[in-house]
């Protein structure tokens, strides 16, 4: 069941590959609308956070992330 591409990486740090159940893990057992609302709004955090709390460009990435796991959700 867990096996989409972006729930192999992890932008910023290893902490929750680290983890034996990942948060991605529980809300891939979500309804399709609740995951992609879920990941859409930490994109958007993402962007809003851009450059305030460290780096732009690894804000940008995790967001990107969170718009790249989207697609995977939609294209199933």
């Keep these: 069941m867990y096996t989409l591409t ?8 290893e902490h929750y590959k680290a983890m034996q159940v ?3 893990q529980i809300i891939d057992t979500w309804p399709v609308e609740q ?3 879920f990941y859409r709004g930490n ?4 962007l809003l956070w851009v450059g305030s709390k460290g780096e ?3 804000d940008l990435q995790k967001a990107q992330h969170y718009i ?3 697609i995977e959700v939609l294209n199933g």
């Design 68 to 70: 790249e796991k989207c």
């Design 6 to 13: 972006e729930d192999t990486r992890q932008v910023g740090g």
């Design 43 to 46: 994109c958007i955090k993402y």
């Design 35 to 37: 995951r992609v609302a």
């Design 22 to 24: 990942s948060p991605w």
């Design 56 to 58: 732009m460009l690894e």
